[in-house]
């Protein structure tokens, strides 16, 4: 079996309360959550775009293709088909129900953060979970890993947007297919599923600007709810403060069931506020004749 290429590794990072990070660890799992349990209230809240809109880019995107074939431009009235006017509004209704239940896992993008250290774990009582996916995981396990993007104006969803580049797409690796052969195709499954794929990226990648400190990373999943990954992505574990409750829990978690996994204790410093992390290790030690 070939090896993953390192360059294609996705490594992230999840801050964990000491509870949250316990239970993970004795599951093995990771939970992807539905957007209605996110801390954004505005999680993938979005209107569609007019048929005017999408009719636009449609017809622009065609003349496009034709022109590049060294045919004509087809003029503003040029009209979309009606089957696939209807096909479209079907898709945008099944598309929200599915940006609706997909699972998301967010993370972020480095383990010494200290905002995130004080929210997410538990005001540093908590663990970081360093994650390393390779390529073939990502494959495996149908995920989507997107980069967050942040912005304040209103949310308006045009999927022509990602009929456009699927089509275009299409349209270059066919040069031989007539706009009629190339149109049947953009209705078939294949096309359609990637241009979902597009869509929902898109979609579920724009938080609102108040959270842009958090620089976020998510992986998609086409459902919510806990899938059993931990065991094949953790690589490390980070952490500040030993005094939380379930610290020594978490510890003999670790030692018992992932002892690959490494321990890393990080120190913030003042002054020009620096940070360094000390790699860690535990032993069992055996006791006897205890009196």
Excluded at 37 to 47: G, H, M, Q, S, Y
Excluded at 165 to 193: G, H, I, M
Excluded at 196 to 216: F, P, Y
Aim: glycine share 4%.
């Amino acid at each position: 079996m070939a090896k993953d290429d390192p360059k294609q590794t996705l490594t992230c990072f999840k801050y964990r309360s000491g509870v949250s990070a316990l239970r993970c660890l004795v599951d093995g799992t990771l939970y992807f959550a539905k957007p209605v349990e996110l801390n954004d209230i505005l999680e993938t809240k979005f209107d569609h775009a007019q048929p005017e809109a999408f009719s636009k880019i449609y017809l622009d995107t065609i003349s496009e293709v034709s022109q590049n074939r060294g045919g004509p431009r087809l003029s503003p009235g040029y009209p979309c088909p009606p089957d696939f006017i209807a096909i479209n509004t079907e898709e945008n209704e099944r598309f929200r129900q599915s940006c609706d239940n997909i699972g998301i896992f967010s993370a972020a993008r480095r383990p010494n953060d200290q905002a995130m250290w004080a929210y997410y774990a538990e005001n540093c009582q908590g663990v970081c979970f360093e994650l390393e996916w390779s390529a073939s995981i990502v494959q495996e396990s149908q995920l989507l890993p997107v980069d967050v993007t942040y912005s304040r104006v209103a949310r308006q969803h045009n999927r022509a947007e990602d009929w456009r580049t699927v089509f275009l797409d299409l349209a270059e690796k066919n040069p031989s297919l007539s706009l009629q052969e190339l149109y049947e195709l953009s209705l078939e499954e294949q096309f359609r599923r990637r241009m979902g794929i597009l869509s929902t990226a898109r979609v579920t990648s724009i938080k609102h600007t108040d959270w842009a400190h958090e620089r976020e990373i998510r992986l998609l999943s086409g459902k919510a709810g806990a899938r059993p990954l931990l065991k094949s992505v953790l690589k490390r574990v980070h952490f500040m403060r030993t005094d939380g409750a379930q610290w020594g829990p978490i510890m003999q978690e670790l030692h018992l069931n992932y002892p690959h996994v490494e321990l890393a204790q990080w120190t913030f410093h003042h002054g020009e506020i620096t940070a360094s992390a000390q790699s860690m290790m535990f032993k069992t030690v055996p006791v006897t004749d205890i009196k």
